[in-house]
T-cell receptor, first 117, second 113 residues
Framework: GAGVSQSPSNKVTEKGKDVELRCDPISGHTALYWYRQSLGQGLEFLIYFQGNSAPDKSGLPSDRFSAERTGGSVSTLTIQRTQQEDSAVYLC???????????????FGPGTRLTVT | GENVEQHPSTLSVQEGDSAVIKCTYSDSASNYFPWYKQELGKRPQLIIDIRSNVGEKKDQRIAVTLNKTAKHFSLHITETQPEDSAVYFCAAGTTDSWGKFQFGAGTQVVVTP
C-alpha cells in the first residue's frame, strides 16, 4: 500500500519568508510525528498528534513553528519568518498509535529538504 | 524527560566482522527500545525493537540486548555486509506515549570490503 508521502521534496526559500510543509500519513494511522534532521545529526522531535487529542508540541524550537492536522489525516508544518538555522530535512512519520494494539513502529516519509538562503 | 546517548558516532568495520552500537537512557519508566536504520538518502526504517520484559532479541544477523538496571541497550550486527552500511538510530520511550520516542544522535556504520 501507499506509504507516508511528503511535499515538496525540496524547498528553497529566502530568509524571512514563511513555508508550509505537507505530510500525508498512511491511511488508518492515528499518530503523526514531525522531526527535524540537520546535516549529520539525529532525529529532533518537533510535534506529535494522536487522534483528536491536543498535540504534543514540546519539541517545537520556537513560536515560529506550528503544525496542524486536519480531519485526523493530512498535516501541515508551518515555519514563519524562516531563518538560516531552519535549514534541515523535515521528516514526517505515522504509526497506528492508540489504534495499533502492540505496534509502535513509525513509518517515515521521504522528507522535505528545506534550504533557507 | 528522556535523554538518550548513543556511541560511537562513527564505526568502521571490515566485512564479516561484528559491529556493536551502545545506547544509554535516563528515564527508568522507558519500556520500549526500537532501532532504526537510515541508508544514504533514504528514510529511517525500523529494523528491530525490544521491550523491557525481555533481555535479548535476535533476528538473523541482528540482535539487541537490554540491561534495565544499568539503563543501557545495544545493537549487535554479526557477519557484516556492505549493505549494512547506514546510519543507525536507537530510541527509548514508554508504550504509554504511543510511539513518542527520544532518538539517539545516530551511528554512521561503514562496512569496508
Amino acid at each position: 500500500g501507499a506509504g507516508v508521502s511528503q511535499s515538496p521534496s525540496n524547498k528553497v526559500t529566502e530568509k524571512g519568508k514563511d513555508v508550509e510543509l505537507r505530510c500525508d500519513p498512511i491511511s488508518g494511522h492515528t499518530a503523526l510525528y514531525w522531526y527535524r534532521q540537520s546535516l549529520g545529526q539525529g532525529l529532533e522531535f518537533l510535534i506529535y498528534f494522536q487522534g483528536n487529542s491536543a498535540p504534543d508540541k514540546s519539541g517545537l524550537p520556537s513560536d515560529r513553528f506550528s503544525a496542524e492536522r486536519t480531519g485526523g489525516s493530512v498535516s501541515t508544518l508551518t515555519i514563519q519568518r524562516t531563518q538560516q538555522e531552519d535549514s534541515a530535512v523535515y521528516l514526517c512519520a505515522s504509526s497506528y498509535g492508540l489504534a495499533g494494539g502492540r505496534s509502535y513502529e513509525q513509518y517515515f516519509g521521504p522528507g522535505t529538504r528545506l534550504t533557507v538562503t | 524527560g528522556e535523554n538518550v546517548e548513543q556511541h560511537p558516532s562513527t564505526l568502521s568495520v571490515q566485512e564479516g566482522d561484528s559491529a556493536v552500537i551502545k545506547c544509554t537512557y535516563s528515564d527508568s519508566a522507558s519500556n520500549y527500545f526500537p532501532w532504526y536504520k537510515q541508508e544514504l538518502g533514504k528514510r529511517p526504517q525500523l529494523i528491530i525493537d525490544i521491550r523491557s520484559n525481555v533481555g535479548e532479541k535476535k533476528d538473523q544477523r541482528i540482535a539487541v540486548t537490554l540491561n534495565k538496571t544499568a539503563k543501557h541497550f545495544s545493537l549487535h550486527i554479526t557477519e557484516t555486509q556492505p549493505e549494512d552500511s547506514a546510519v543507525y538510530f536507537c530510541a527509548a520511550g514508554t508504550t504509554d506515549s504511543w510511539g513518542k520516542f527520544q532518538f539517539g544522535a545516530g551511528t554512521q556504520v561503514v562496512v569496508t570490503p
